[in-house]
């Protein structure tokens, strides 16, 4: 690409530095007010949610201090209007960065995002139809004989919560591996041959994400993320061809 090429493509490359920041300052408070309205939308159905996040647990979850309740009402609604303006703040980003990128990069950047939210999802759907309901049954029949369980609403909302958004974010992995080769930082010949490195690092963090400490549910988080390190090394191979033809 010749510099004539790269500067109509990257008008931002002549844009002044007051005229970035007023832009950045309008993409911010457009990003406030869909997290605003969208939080506004999240706090009208939080009861309704607060009951579906409690319905793997079974019956009513006890709160041991005055604000406790209005707390998890609080982080439930939050939490939910940044997944509602989730789409919304992804533009914003996109909006902001793009005049700064090639014609490619955008394309590609267009590709990414779409995916990045489907694994997401898939993640998320994961931890909760399967995750949550294995280590909430683990947790409440550990020890049964010497443990009364009842659990409060800020400790288990928060569980539920941590658990689906970690999953999710695991499930990222492909996308990222894949940018990664698109840099060249990685090949698929090198993660193929990485792979019980891989084993360990999936293990590792298969501890950190699991909230039980049994081997089976362990396993269960290890299963579909090795699955997906696998799919990885083959998606990987497409910007790693494209990297090389780029290159020769």
């Known amino acids: 690409m010749s510099a004539s090429e790269s500067s109509t493509e990257n008008p931002s490359a002549k844009m002044p530095l007051l005229q970035h920041l007023a832009e950045l300052r309008t993409h911010i408070l457009w990003a ?37 309740g209005f707390a998890v009402f609080l982080r439930v609604g939050l939490t939910g209007g940044l997944a509602l303006a989730s789409p919304l703040l992804i533009y914003q980003v996109l909006s902001f960065i793009s005049p700064g990128l090639t014609r490619r990069e955008r394309r590609t950047l267009l590709g990414v995002v779409p995916g990045a939210l489907l694994l997401y999802l898939a993640g998320a759907s994961f931890a909760w139809f399967l995750m949550i309901p294995a280590a909430t049954d683990f947790l409440s029949k550990f020890m049964a004989d010497i443990f ?26 492909p996308l990222v591996l894949m940018f990664l080769a698109w840099l060249g930082a990685v090949t698929p010949q090198q993660l193929l041959r990485g ?28 299963a579909p993320l090795f699955t997906l390190y696998l799919f990885s090394i083959f ?14």
């Open 32 to 68: 406030a007010a869909a997290i605003a309205v969208a939080s506004g939308v999240s706090f009208w159905f939080a009861e309704e949610v607060i009951q579906v996040l409690i319905r793997p647990y079974g019956g009513l979850l006890q709160v041991i201090e005055p604000t406790e």
């Open 148 to 173: 009364v369980v009842n659990w409060t609403s800020r400790a288990f909302v928060r569980f539920v919560l941590s658990i689906t958004l970690w999953i999710g974010v695991a499930f990222e992995m």
């Open 195 to 222: 792979w019980r490195l891989a084993v360990v690092i999936i293990a590792i963090v298969a501890a950190a994400i699991t909230p039980t400490i049994d081997p089976f549910n362990m396993l269960l988080v290890m």
């Open 235 to 248: 998606l990987t191979i497409f910007p790693y061809k494209a990297r090389q033809r780029k290159l020769a």
